[in-house]
């Protein structure tokens, strides 16, 4: 299976202003996965995958809204928050 068909290990909802929701389930999942790998950042999710493929998803949130920003962040995504 290849990772646009796996399922994530855990899955969030976004809702905009909750953003404190957010990053309190990536605080908490962070710590299921392994080394983490690599962050993908879509028009509508957040996916971040450790070294095994694991990964876990942010859903309703996207590279175009700001409050992007704090939860790449969060995971010490290498990215130009200015862009």
Known sequence: MNESQAR???E?????????E???????TRSELRTLRM???WTDRLQVFDVNHDFFEVRGIGY???????LLELVNTNFKPET
């Open 12 to 20: 969030f909802d976004y809702l905009p202003g909750r953003l404190d």
């Open 22 to 28: 957010a990053l309190e389930f990536l605080k908490r």
């Open 64 to 70: 175009a809204d700001a409050e992007i920003v704090p």
């Open 39 to 41: 962050v993908r950042v």
């Open 8 to 10: 994530p290990r855990a």
